[in-house]
């Protein structure tokens, strides 16, 4: 197994740019989650999503949106980059229920110029 | 406002001798408790969890406390080892949010030989 995977590994962008990260995790989970790393900030929610079609907010939605269109894959898309996007971003799922610990992907180190 | 705190941004072990990592929580509605090791470049990997009817959790070298009058966990490491190395993040769920995670800042432990 794979596990939880992320694309790509490292993106620059220009302000105003738009991409596309994209999560893959092979362990039938249903939730997912994305989360970014910034110095001395931990990680925080951005989205997370409990099943195929359904997605909501986090801590830290603005400038982000996100897509769950298959049980397996979650997107998050940045739409207009700003150089305050710049961080490390990571994908996570769990199982359903409760007291469950996520798996995380590697990371993406975007930079927003 | 930070719900999770880790108040040492770093620690630094002997060899052998035990590791101790703290993490302070402000709302009482938490009620199951994670820590996870992060190296560098890699995503975050579940170590070891405490649920709130239990005040100890013991796997291996690694043990959890909690002391939930005082909304104080911590994390004992014995003996450490210099693989140990690592950050250490806390984090915390409250059951039936979709597992979501809120997380401390993070401690930077370096063991020593």
């Known amino acids: 197994n794979a596990g939880v995977t992320q694309t790509p590994k490292f993106r620059v962008l220009k302000t105003g740019q738009s991409m596309t990260l994209l999560c893959a995790q092979d362990?039938?989970?249903?939730?997912m989650y994305w989360y970014r790393q910034d110095p001395g900030m931990g990680l925080r929610l951005i989205h997370y999503?409990?099943?195929?079609?359904?997605?909501a907010k986090g801590e830290v939605p603005d400038g982000y949106n996100v897509s769950r269109l298959k049980k397996q894959n979650f997107l998050l898309g940045l739409e207009s980059a700003a150089p305050s996007q710049t961080s490390v971003y990571f994908c996570?799922?769990?199982?359903?229920?409760?007291?469950?610990?996520?798996?995380f992907g590697p990371g993406t180190r975007l930079t927003v110029l | 406002d930070q719900q999770v705190k880790q108040n040492s941004p770093s620690l630094s072990v002997q060899e052998g001798r035990i590791s101790i990592l703290n993490c302070d929580y402000t709302?009482?509605?938490?009620?199951?408790f994670l820590w996870y090791k992060k190296y560098p470049a890699e995503g975050p990997t579940f170590l070891i969890s405490?649920?709130?009817?239990?005040d100890k959790n013991e796997d291996g070298r690694f043990t959890v406390f909690l002391n939930k009058s005082a909304k104080h966990l911590s994390l004992h490491i014995v003996p450490s080892q210099p693989g140990d190395s690592a950050v250490y993040f806390c984090?915390?769920?409250?059951?039936?949010?979709?597992?979501?995670?809120?997380f401390g800042t993070g401690t930077r432990l370096q063991v020593t030989l």
């Open positions: 984090a915390v769920q409250i059951t039936g949010t979709a597992s979501k995670l809120t």
């Open positions: 999503s409990v099943g195929e079609g359904t997605t």
């Open positions: 362990m039938n989970h249903e939730y």
């Open positions: 996570a799922s769990s199982i359903r229920g409760s007291y469950n610990e996520q798996f």
């Open positions: 709302n009482s509605m938490f009620d199951y």
């Open positions: 405490i649920s709130s009817i239990k």
